[in-house]
């Protein structure tokens, strides 16, 4: 139903479906709704079904499927898988979201090449699947042990905080994560301003009781998140509005926070909805 909280799970690395599915199961168990895993099998236009190779990458894909449905099995949650056949990834994955009437796409972050090459609008796939998505997005970069005990969230000028919020307050009441919100001013005057904005934010949103608020000084934002990144088991990072579109589509800092982060760094962006004119 619309008002539940499902998700669509990515499916395509066998190293990091368990910790993919298992962030799936916990914002299911946390806000009521299912999971579903999703995998497309890709195939070579000239080959036929009987192919060794097609065969293999089936196998392949019911594989990702089984592995799925046992890790969601071990958390209790209700799943449901689904493969495709030599279609696009992001086609796929935007269908079945918004069949499901999804609330979010979870999926893990590469740097693989888009498909099309240099015909295509984005350099990656997964820029393609973030500008295609009808609903939010969570793409994980996964580092390390995946315990998610202690998490940093860094924000900027605009708060924009509220998809993030709504995950770390799923991983702080089914794990006991330590939230620290943190913002790295380039004065005094705008660290004390920015301290009261936000704890405000914090009191409004009813999670200023478990979130600690930190405001420091630092002319480069960037490199101060990830140096602050090597005490937390994951960074949890906004991203670009959907309206900015790029063929580097998550923004500068994100970017350059998820590469160098030597933890878990997750991107999430909200869907913006585009009213006609």
């Known amino acids: ?3 539940e909280y499902d ?11 368990p910790a993919l599915v298992r962030l799936g199961c916990l914002l299911a168990a946390e806000y009521g709704g299912t999971v579903t895993g999703v995998t497309v099998v890709e195939t ?12 293999d990458r089936m196998s392949r894909g019911y594989e990702l499927l089984d ?19 030599g279609r696009g990834v992001a086609e796929v994955l935007d269908e079945v979201a918004e069949s499901q009437h ?23 796939l997964i820029d393609e699947i973030a500008e295609h998505a009808l609903c939010d ?20 000028e605009r708060l924009n905080l509220d998809i993030r919020r709504e995950f770390v307050t799923a991983l702080h009441n089914q794990l006991g994560a ?25 009191r409004e949103r009813g999670v200023a009781d478990w979130v600690t608020l930190r405001v420091d000084v630092h002319p480069d934002p960037a490199e101060a998140i990830v140096a602050a990144a090597a005490h937390y088991d994951a960074v949890v990072l906004g991203t670009a509005p959907l309206h900015e579109v790029r063929r580097r589509y998550f923004g500068a800092v994100p970017e350059h926070v998820a590469a160098h982060a030597p933890c878990t760094a997750f991107l999430l962006r909200t869907h913006d909805v585009v009213l006609p004119h």
């Open 44 to 55: 070579d236009h000239a080959a036929t079904a009987a192919d060794i190779a097609s065969h």
């Open 137 to 156: 997005l969570l793409v994980a970069r996964l580092r390390g042990a995946q315990d998610y005990r202690r998490l940093l969230v860094p924000v900027r």
């Open 178 to 202: 330590q939230v620290e919100v943190v913002h790295f001013a380039c004065s005094e005057e705008e660290a004390a301003a920015k301290h009261d904005e936000l704890l405000a934010w914090l």
């Open 7 to 17: 998700v669509v799970v990515g499916l395509a690395n066998p190293d990091n479906v």
């Open 67 to 85: 592995l799925a449905e046992e890790v969601a099995r071990g958390c209790d949650a209700p799943f449901e898988g689904r493969i495709a056949i």
């Open 1 to 3: 139903m619309a008002d």
């Open 102 to 124: 999804a609330r979010l796409i979870i999926v893990g972050f590469s740097e693989r090449a888009h498909p099309d090459g240099d015909d295509a609008e984005f350099d990656r």
